[in-house]
């Protein structure tokens, strides 16, 4: 029968150890098996000194950093397609990146399985990309980058490293009309380990360690350029269009160091980033060039084409792309249907309408500056600036929206708070 593990009684000094961490002399509480009342590990137990050092490796974090071996998946076809679907077992695809006993706490990994459960193209982002790119090509991005979806249709981005171990997942959620994030009461974003820990299936001390998405596809192309942008958003798109490249996502814009780059030595680097972290960008290339061993370059291809309105909004790669596709559908519109600059706001003029468009817009409880719900009709609608000022200007006129004390815009009948 199985019993739990216990921190061992105080009998004398001589069951006080030293802390693997801070050093102090007999302090140090192990942890022993319930069955064979023996220690787990000399790096397992509790340090006294909770406030000056506070180390505590507990048995459940242990044999999750320290499970029986596994074979590594192989990556191809259908992500995770040669792996059993079991949820009851912890997923390593190597053993604890800092050796057992090594008393430096381990990288915090995921079950593949959650992988497995999660891939899909049902996600709102992933059908606004049917706005832009081609069945063929979503198929294609959707098994590369393991995308999931959840119940209500947020897209995953799992973060799988070069050893397929997985570290996290990002949770977000997109208009499906203009592919941009909605924000919630909570913020734009969430986490799989969050949630996993929330429900008790990780320890509340999980260790995350983010690594770049897309960091598992460095593998199977060794010889191909690496290019890095900020948004995996950005990474999905461009990735698509560019297939030739490994696509690569920071996360934000702190998001490239030279810690994550480490997994890059020996490969051609370009960044793109966005265009308001092109400075910042510059000084870590420097940084990274120096310690990482990599051939590394920055591109200015967008500040050097953006417009003052493009810099004004931070765009960044695949809203280029987006907007080189759009401008391409119009442009073979205009000369199918002989239309020229003073074609109307594309939808019927009546408050009904008008309506439907503020809540795909803005969404209640939501709040927007004036540049964001014009960006949105130029995505959503694929017209130019001046057609959107047009579009605004009659959701003003109509009431369907109200300016608030933020200079912001919500839904008239809604609240901002």
Known sequence: ???????????????????????????????????????????????????????????????????QPLSPPLWGGRVGSNLPLSTNVVRRTSPSPHGEGSGVRSIGTIPFTYVERSNSSNS??????????????????????ALGATKNQEVIYWQIDTKQIVRTGKIMQYNRLTGKRIKHESGAIDWVHNKLKKSGTLPEDYNLQQCFFGEHLLALQPEAIVCIVESEKSAVISAAVFPEQIWLAAGNINGISVDKCQILKGRTVILYPDLNAFCKWTDKAKEIQKQCDCNISISDLLEKEATPYAKAQGLDIADFIIAQHFQKHNNQNEIQQHTDDTTPFPI??????????????????????????IANLIHAYHIDETRAEIGFKSLIDNKIIESTHLNTYTLSHSTPF
Request: positive net charge.
């Open 124 to 145: 709102n982002f992933v059908r606004f990309l049917f706005e832009i790119l081609t069945d063929s090509q979503i198929q294609s991005i959707v098994e590369k980058y």
């Open 348 to 373: 019927n003029n009546d408050y009904q309408s008008l309506f439907e468009l503020g809540l795909l817009l803005i969404n209640e409880r939501n709040h927007l500056s004036k540049q964001a719900i």
């Open 1 to 67: 029968m199985y019993a739990q593990p216990y921190l061992q009684k105080y009998k004398g000094l001589s069951t006080r150890h030293t802390c693997p961490q801070c050093g102090k002399k007999q302090s140090f509480t192990l942890y022993f098996d319930g069955n064979t009342h023996q220690p787990i590990n000399k790096k397992v137990g509790k340090c006294n000194r909770e406030s000056k050092c506070g180390y505590h490796y507990t048995p459940k974090q242990f044999f999750i950093d320290n499970p």
